[in-house]
């Protein structure tokens, strides 16, 4: 039986504030996707800092091709099942597609998000000016907002596929820009994934909010992983960003802690795991 918070460790809780502390400090942010409440509980005991309830679990977990048929009630049930599994690791979850189509829809979905499914921290993709509006209002309504920028899952169809970012000095120089835009918006946390690993080292310098690398280079605050692919159960070829930390090792606790310490100790990601 899955036993509940009795047996909490006593890891003191990681907060929006002190991961802003650890960002100054030069402590590295660990933040990898659970989905249900038993892969919570392993990513608790493991200390892991940061638990996000992706809408990549429209892939990893319903088996679809892209995160865009997601809905906000799926994702409410998923991080109310994620919470009930975390003491001190602190929860994001993610606005699904269209869920922040204007400001009343994305405050309708993070208070559900914060207050149904027990969230501490909503995700957004992109820099748009709807976008920017509904990072403000969130934030003025004590809803903290992780940002989401370069390849951003849910503009699948605007890209032409999962295509990486800021390759090109213009597109590099307008993702620095908006980098720039969400802090000043007020998001608290920056998720870069698939850009180049200088531009992610770029970007983590010009703002002074924690960046949260995914095939973003090993310069970035933090990293994140999608569970299912740091496990090597993502049925295909392993992402090129992602590793399998199950490989060599008996258990899921065991690849969880792995995972940890070569991103605090900057082992992971390795120059393989980032695009030039
Ligand atoms: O949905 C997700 O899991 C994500 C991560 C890939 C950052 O957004």
């Not at 929006?16 to 650890?22: D, E, F, I, K």
């Not at 070569?262 to 120059?271: D, I, L, N, T």
């Amino acid at each position: 039986m899955y036993v509940q918070k009795a047996n909490a460790p006593t890891r003191k809780p990681v907060t929006v504030p002190s991961l802003r502390a650890m960002k100054a400090e030069g402590r590295r942010i660990v933040m990898l996707t659970a989905y249900d409440a038993s892969f919570a509980a392993q990513l608790e005991m493991a200390g892991v800092d940061v638990a996000l309830v992706g809408d990549s679990l429209g892939m990893v977990v319903q088996g679809h091709a892209s995160t865009l048929s997601v809905t906000l009630d799926q994702m409410v049930y998923h991080t109310g099942m994620v919470a009930r599994g975390l003491h001190a690791t602190l929860l994001v979850a993610d606005l699904p597609f269209m869920a922040d189509r204007d400001v009343p829809h994305a405050l309708e979905a993070g208070a559900r998000l914060v207050g149904e499914g027990g969230a501490a921290m909503v995700k957004i993709e992109g820099a748009s000016p709807h976008i920017l509006e509904a990072i403000s209002a969130l934030t003025e309504r004590v809803i903290p907002v992780c940002s989401h920028l370069g390849l951003t899952p849910q503009s699948v169809h605007k890209f032409g596929g999962f295509r990486i970012q800021g390759r090109a000095q213009e597109a590099a120089d307008a993702l620095v820009a908006q980098a720039q835009a969400v802090e000043a918006a007020g998001a608290s946390l920056l998720v870069l994934e698939g850009i180049p690993s200088t531009l992610g080292e770029r970007i983590t310098r010009a703002v002074s909010i924690p960046t949260i690398g995914i095939g973003a280079g090993p310069h970035c605050d933090g990293q994140v992983l999608v569970i299912h692919d740091m496990l090597g159960i993502t049925p295909g070829k392993r992402p090129k960003f992602s590793k399998d930390f199950l490989a060599g090792r008996d258990s899921v606790a065991a690849a969880i802690a792995a995972y940890a310490e070569e991103v605090r100790s900057g082992a992971f990601p390795a120059p393989e795991h980032g695009f030039d």
